[in-house]
């Protein structure tokens, strides 16, 4: 008696959240991108992925009846998957690399030809026809016009880059799309009802869950294996080699789920997790109560769980200064949200205690491994080398324009081959000194011009001071990732939400 | 019946759908399947590496002696030498240039480059530029501001390596070729005089020691011994038929230490001249360029 009736309460609880995703969501288009995810997720080719991408594409364009709409949706699930055919450039012979980890290889880079890929030059062109469709009347925040501006000089500066110029423009391109994804979704909202584009968002943000939930997976199983899983779909054959320096234990594994290396990932995860936040605190008063718990909670627990496997250092410090900032602005606020959360949890008793004993093993080996950073042989010493060459060549006669987008090792390699880059042919671990390496000074200019502005609708924006706290915190916690590795968070995920949001104020 | 209303039913749901598609919609979708299978047709298809020896003429046509490379251009062929493609990738590059010293202004000239070519598996050729690459062909590869002409010898995934060998070769310098001589004046000298040997300001430079460097510096010829013979004129005279020393001849006799390269089962000096009785190879050393005739071959090894 006592089972069926909570055989009979789960299935009522089961009906009403999938009636809820079907009320709010355009459900159809929700359950294709879950399918495409899944069933490519283990596809057993690049070429199968090609011919899914494909075939999602398609049937995406058949639900929406509207190519901006299937570019809106699909761009982030395409993105996920990013493998096709490598393109492969040597930047460093082998005879110029002294280090073990590239021994024998010397060092690459490379762009994959990929469905996202193709993709962003789709969205590229069909921009370029709606502005012109619409007679060149170009209507955008001050902020997106400051943006272009600096993609304007990062064209530039790839074109005149003296050393793989084609590569560089193919990543200013990749890049460049996102802003192009943002200002497509903008024009989709300007046709739509509020009722529409809420629509639209809560089918966003339940993507984004999808896909939060899809590689939060594949990060358990690969802590679970510790090992990559052999997917087609990773980007890697086998986990990035750490404890070459000496604040790393070897016995610690460090997840990298559908990224390159657990940095990125870590840096995918908090754009993510600030994106969901601020998508949510949009739409929740118009989605189901019981939906919207489990939307915020899953996503909030995955992340953190995810970022903290990751061992990302500047992640946990990302998360640690937005915590402080909502404990200075908004402690009422967190305070709700910290009793809220442990409220929903405490019915989830063993999974957090195997966690948190986990946990307990790794992070005190991580934090006390940190202190040797400022040894000889710790991360310390060579991020200050890595720096006097960064500024060396900042300096040099292209501080104006930049060496172009991604050619900062073969320019540095250029500049001082006997240099650090012998033993460390990597990127600068700091995103702004890449920038002005890269892009030059008068582009780091405008870009800071572009931030002032959209800082500045932030504060200006008819919201709760919760979700222009998190809009901000988000962005501080991109630059913070930014300050310690070698990502240009120029456009991350929760900056582009940002500025959807910011124009879809009358929802 | 029942089959075509259901094929009806969704004609009708696919042709609603797709109803207020417009313009724009179509050729974003026209876009992206058309970059998805210029993808699949070019860049998907199997890219590779080869490197590709050539022997240099200096046009297209047949290697006539005159058409060989001259010195002037091969110096212009340097190792290192790449071209890039659209997207920075290095599509040729010069490995190696190779040659023999000929004693004249034409090269016996090699190259070797790396080709970035696109195999097909169907045909089992590898192309570059559209363009297949096949043995035996002419072919043309523009190096930046350079034109490399010439005709394939090998087109494989390493470098061309040739068995090599040492040979102890015995010849004599035949007098005709040495001088510069007229076909009348070859008829009196040498069917008439019955002349052998060849000049002394010749001969007497002709000392064992003497070594023939390749293009690489190493030495693919080496004098062992020369005797030496007072040249000789033989004559008929009031039916009489005489043999006279010449005091301004020598009869030359050499012994060479000869390194040469195994092709199709045979052994070629410089790649060219079989090693073979009675053939004739070319010997530079320094400014001394002479012709011997072999007349004895046996190998070292």
Redesign the interface.
Known sequence: MMKAKIRDYSNNMYKRFIRGIMLVSEYKVLLLTYLYLIITLFSPSH?IV?ILS?LY??LL??LT????N??FYSFYPFWLFRV??D?V?EVVPKEGVASPLYWGEGRSLGFV?S?FF??V??SL??YF??IL?DRLRFSVPVFVIFFLITYVLHFLSAINSP?????SL?YTIHEFSFLIWMLIGLSIFKKLQSFKKNKILTTLLLILFGMLILESSVVFLQVAKRSVLGLKVEKVASIPYFRAGAEESGLSFRPVGLSYHPNELANWYVAAVFAIFLLWYKIKDTIPKNLAHFLIVSSATLSLVVILLTLSRSAYLALFITIVIFWLFDRANLIKSVKFLSSYLKNFKVPILLIFIYFSFILPGRIYGSLYSFSETGGLKTRLEQLKEALNLIRSPSFLTGVGEGMYIPALYDFNPQGNIRFFPEDIHNGFLLFLAERGIVAFFIYLVAIYFLLRSIIKYEQSKTVRLLMIGGLISNYIMMLFQPFINTLPLNLLITGLLLKTKKI | MNRSRNFDKYFTLFTKRFKGVGWLDALGVAIFFFILFSGVFFLLRRGSEVIVTMRLLERNSPDFYFNLPRHFYVENLRPGMKETDEAGRNALEILEVFSYPTGEIYQEAYITLRVKTVFNKKTGQHSFNGKPLLNGDYYTFRLKDIVINGIIIDISDKPLVREKKAFQVEGYLDPTDHEVLTTNQEIILYKDYGVTGIKNYLAEKIVPGLKMYDGKGEVIAEVISASKLPGRRSMAQNNQYFTVSDSERVEVKLTFELTAEKINDSFYFQKLTPLLIGRKFNFVSGYLSIKPTITSVKSLD
């Open positions: 070429k090609f494909a594409f398609l364009f058949f009846g509207s190519i901006i299937t570019i096709g055919r393109f450039f030809f469905p193709i993709l030059a789709t062109v069909i026809f709606i469709k050393y793989l110029g084609g590569l193919i």
